[in-house]
């Protein structure tokens, strides 16, 4: 299957700022409408940016913070990015999606300064009960339309119900076509899916009477994630002035590996 993203060049400023050209393919296009990209591989991408950015061996990406400015079009873009706070130990790196003249997602990477504190280390989240090979094919997913969805493979126990459940995800396109994707960039290319995996309104755009798309996602990672499958324990909730969130843990077939948020608008699906 072919990558989510065609590479077109790259070009370096005397400033240092880094502006990478891209093209989406159909695998990238969105759930809501068909002429835009879904956040996932979006999110993937920008990760994958962010990541080669004058990079240092002894910091990691601890956080990442997007917010999504409108709709994301499928269509040619670029890729700027730019260290906003620099430093040995703590480094702030942001990376702005832009496309027919306006930016659209705006991400922002906290790197951080590794050392050895496995002698303190400790977790609350709890370990998945059942692997991804262990359980079932689920298709329910498959209900929302868009190229995304369809390069997606996911598994589910029977406890899953709208609002609340564990979903495994993986899939076998690359992020960028001819460039291998490694664990980071692949697994937090499917944490925008957490909005989607247990909705308190079921599954499917033609039977939905509301929509619930998320402005935001913030990652929040612990440790590095490892691996191909992405364990998304989440949990979906509505109020009562059309403002949601989806709160999930993230796992690895290792562990959980950290935690997203997604902050959401609710309103009447366009008739």
């Avoid at 093209?23 to 940016?49: D, I, S």
């Avoid at 400015?69 to 702005?96: A, K």
């Avoid at 290319?189 to 929509?211: C, F, H, I, Y």
């Amino acid at each position: 299957m072919s990558a989510y993203y065609n590479f077109i060049k790259r070009e370096q400023q005397d400033d240092g700022v880094m502006i990478a050209h891209y093209q989406p393919t159909k695998n990238a296009q969105g759930a809501w409408n068909e002429h835009e990209q879904h956040m996932a591989p979006a999110t993937g991408l920008l990760t994958a940016e962010l990541s080669r950015f004058a990079p240092q061996e002894n910091m990691r990406i601890a956080r990442i913070s997007l917010d999504i400015l409108g709709l994301i079009p499928l269509d040619e873009f670029t890729v700027t990015t730019r260290c906003i706070r620099p430093g040995r130990t703590i480094e702030l790196v942001e990376s702005v999606l832009s496309s027919r003249g306006r930016d659209a997602i705006i991400a922002r990477a906290w790197r951080l300064m590794t050392q050895d504190t496995s002698e303190i280390a400790g977790l609350e989240d709890q370990k998945a009960q059942y692997q991804p090979e262990e359980l079932a094919v689920w298709d329910g997913m498959k209900g929302w339309p868009g190229g995304f969805i369809k390069t997606v493979r996911l598994v589910t126990d029977a406890d899953r119900r709208a609002g609340r459940g564990m979903v495994w995800i993986t899939n076998d396109v690359e992020m960028v076509e001819g460039e291998p994707t490694d664990d980071l960039v692949h697994l937090l290319g499917m944490v925008d899916t957490a909005n989607g995996v247990v909705p308190r309104l079921g599954l499917g755009l033609s039977k939905l009477e509301w929509m619930f798309p998320n402005t935001d996602l913030q990652i929040h990672m612990h440790r590095a994630p490892q691996g191909r499958w992405l364990g998304i324990d989440a949990v979906q909730q509505y109020g009562a002035d059309g403002i949601g969130v989806t709160s999930a843990v993230l796992h690895d077939i290792y562990g959980p590996f950290g935690r997203s948020e997604q902050i959401l608008t609710i309103r009447p699906m366009p008739r």
